[in-house]
């Protein structure tokens, strides 16, 4: 049974979201703050965080930001705030996907059940199938597919679960012209929701790890008005 953390103040939305997970057979932990809701994700093992974005005692920025240091479990962010600069800095900072409030609950279960659904097929058996010397090379850069782990002149970068799969799968289809959408649903698998603008943020973030110069890319060029290209 996937075990869910909820980091929400509204005790009533709390309450609403963990009632609807439970009946899909999620087990679910709730916090109220934000430093309960970071210790707990911390001192236990969980599959999924639901965060909230106006935390009381530290905001959701935070416990994303401190969570993504030493874990790589999808995390949904919500907020009441509509504001794009919001949504582009919380995916920055690692999270998965962000959904604005007022949504359905049963939209929630669908997204989480999606984020699990891609996590798990990514990180479970077909990891433990790949052979030990499962690598990508390409001038300097190394990704180590079996242990999930990126190198760039020797020196290891953090990557986050979808920043990984975005990076690996353009530098296994070099020269190839993919666009935002194809790259949104072959690596968040969820064609039906979610928002394309994650595309644009990871590859940013990707970028600011692997590039020594952003303006002038080494290896994930933009072709403007049609996507991005992995160079060899």
């Not at 965060?51 to 790589?72: A, I, K, S, W």
Request: hydrophobic share 40%; net charge negative.
């Amino acid at each position: 049974m996937s075990k869910i953390l909820i980091i929400e103040d509204e005790t009533d939305i709390a309450d609403l979201e963990k009632d609807y997970l439970e009946l899909s057979d999620f087990e679910v932990a709730v916090c109220n703050t934000g430093l309960s809701g970071l210790q707990k994700a911390q001192s236990e093992s969980f599959d999924l965080i639901v965060l909230d974005l106006m935390l009381p005692e530290m905001d959701g920025f935070e416990v994303c930001r401190q969570v993504r240091q030493t874990q790589n479990i999808p995390i949904i962010m919500v907020s009441a705030k509509k504001d794009d600069i919001d949504k582009i800095r919380g995916l920055g900072l690692g999270a998965d996907d962000y959904m604005t409030k007022p949504f359905s609950p049963s939209e929630l279960v669908a997204r989480v059940k999606a984020h699990l659904s891609r996590y798990e097929r990514l990180v479970g058996a077909g990891v433990i199938n790949k052979s030990e010397n499962d690598t990508v090379e390409i001038r300097g850069l190394r990704i180590d597919k079996t242990a999930r782990r990126v190198f760039i002149e020797g020196e290891e970068k953090i990557f986050t679960t979808k920043e990984f799969d975005l990076l690996t799968f353009l530098a296994e289809n070099p020269n190839h012209v993919f666009t935002k959408e194809e790259l949104f649903r072959e690596i968040w698998d969820m064609e039906s929701i979610g928002d394309i603008a994650t595309v644009t943020v990871h590859i940013k973030k990707i970028r600011e790890k692997i590039e020594k110069d952003n303006s002038k890319p080494d290896y994930i060029e933009t072709i403007w008005g049609v996507g991005y290209r992995f160079k060899v």
